[in-house]
């Protein structure tokens, strides 16, 4: 994540006069970077709570039963619609890796691209590097996906003034796994309903700076495979280590009639996860 601000490293502390006025993205960033998420989202999420309830004057904010934080403006027409939602999430994959800021960073990360960030024409053509310029990064668990995008949602949230419509912040806590603050919001869970029903949805996702229109879904599955134990030098029994081989390979096949979707091409399917002993043995397919 690029940042052109210049302060001292560390957590950010707003001026006291300007702790009630003002975003300020970069410095949100930082402070959410040194503020792990692998392994739990509560320090992250009051982050964002307080942040939203301090400076979100005529902002509703709350946390609902799935952990996500949804914060609202309405305007003075919000049946006029439109009903725009801006997600994204709080959960970093892990392990956690340190914040760290770079003053004068070059290349690619600061946003430069062919002979400005080093690229070559060959091994044995090397090209001079001309008018690159040093930018300040920060670097650290998140700083892309997706506590960058979070604070860029979060400053165009707080300093929209719709005149018409409603605008909705939703903010979930387990994107990295299963998803199910999402599900619980959308209504996709048994029981539940769509809390959301937005009209135009816009997700903070690390993309290149491209404007995605499509992303791949996620279906993931469990198989449990059932055998009977046997001493390895008998033929007797049945072996549910080796029937997962046959599983996977059936898993695998089922999609292979579908189309491909014109910007997202096949499905695919990815074993995540596998254990077991010839008596039981379970698999975890992820389909995208």
Same mark, same amino acid.
């Given at each position: 994540?690029?940042?052109?601000?210049?302060?001292?490293?560390?957590?950010?502390?707003?001026?006291?006069?300007?702790?009630?006025?003002?975003?300020?993205?970069?410095?949100?960033?930082?402070?959410?970077?040194?503020?792990?998420?692998?392994?739990?989202?509560?320090?992250?999420?009051?982050?964002?709570?307080?942040?939203?309830?301090?400076?979100?004057?005529?902002?509703?904010?709350?946390?609902?039963?799935?952990?996500?934080?949804?914060?609202?403006?309405?305007?003075?027409?919000?049946?006029?619609?439109?009903?725009?939602?801006?997600?994204?999430?709080?959960?970093?994959?892990?392990?956690?890796?340190?914040?760290?800021?770079? /003053? =004068? !960073?070059?290349? +690619? %990360?600061?946003?430069?691209?062919? *002979?400005? @960030?080093?690229?070559? $024409?060959?091994?044995?053509?090397?090209?001079?590097?001309?008018?690159?310029?040093?930018?300040?990064?920060?670097?650290?668990?998140?700083?892309?996906?997706?506590?960058?995008?979070l604070a860029a949602l979060i400053h165009g949230f707080l300093t929209a003034e719709p005149e018409r419509g409603r605008l909705t912040l939703a903010v979930t806590p387990d994107?990295?796994?299963?998803?199910?603050?999402?599900?619980?919001?959308?209504?996709?869970?048994?029981?539940?309903?769509?809390?959301?029903?937005?009209?135009?949805?816009?997700?903070?996702?690390?993309?290149?700076?491209?404007?995605?229109?499509?992303?791949?879904?996620?279906?993931?599955?469990?198989?449990?495979?059932?055998? /009977? =134990? !046997?001493?390895? +030098? %008998?033929?007797?029994?049945?072996? *549910?280590? @080796?029937?997962?081989? $046959?599983?996977?390979?059936?898993?695998?096949?089922?999609?292979?009639?579908?189309?491909?979707?014109?910007?997202?091409?096949?499905?695919?399917?990815?074993?995540?996860?596998?254990?077991?002993?010839?008596?039981?043995?379970?698999?975890?397919?992820?389909?995208?």
């Open positions: 994540m690029t940042a052109d601000r210049d302060e001292t490293d560390g957590p950010h502390v707003p001026a006291p006069e300007a702790a009630s006025t003002a975003f300020d993205p970069v410095a949100f960033l930082a402070d959410a970077v040194q503020t792990p998420s692998h392994d739990g989202v509560e320090r992250m999420r009051r982050l964002v709570v307080d942040t939203l309830e301090r400076l979100g004057s005529d902002v509703d904010v709350t946390v609902d039963e799935a952990g996500c934080v949804v914060a609202e403006r309405v305007s003075a027409a919000p049946e006029a619609g439109p009903h725009l939602v801006m997600n994204t999430h709080l959960d970093t994959v892990t392990p956690h890796v340190p914040f760290e800021r770079d /003053r =004068a !960073a070059t290349g +690619a %990360e600061a946003g430069e691209t062919g *002979a400005e @960030a080093g690229e070559t $024409d060959g091994p044995d053509d090397p090209e001079e590097t001309e008018g690159s310029s040093e930018t300040d990064v920060i670097r650290g668990r998140g700083a892309c996906d997706a506590k960058g995008p994107e990295e796994t299963l998803s199910l603050g999402a599900a619980a919001l959308a209504g996709t869970l048994p029981g539940s309903e769509d809390r959301l029903a937005g009209d135009l949805y816009l997700v903070g996702e690390p993309t290149g700076l491209d404007a995605c229109t499509a992303a791949k879904g996620r279906f993931q599955g469990r198989v449990e495979l059932s055998g /009977r =134990a !046997a001493h390895a +030098a %008998e033929f007797a029994g049945v072996n *549910a280590v @080796a029937a997962a081989e $046959d599983a996977l390979a059936a898993i695998r096949r089922f999609d292979e009639d579908a189309r491909d979707h014109p910007q997202l091409g096949p499905p695919k399917l990815t074993p995540t996860v596998i254990e077991g002993v010839p008596r039981r043995t379970r698999c975890r397919p992820s389909v995208r």
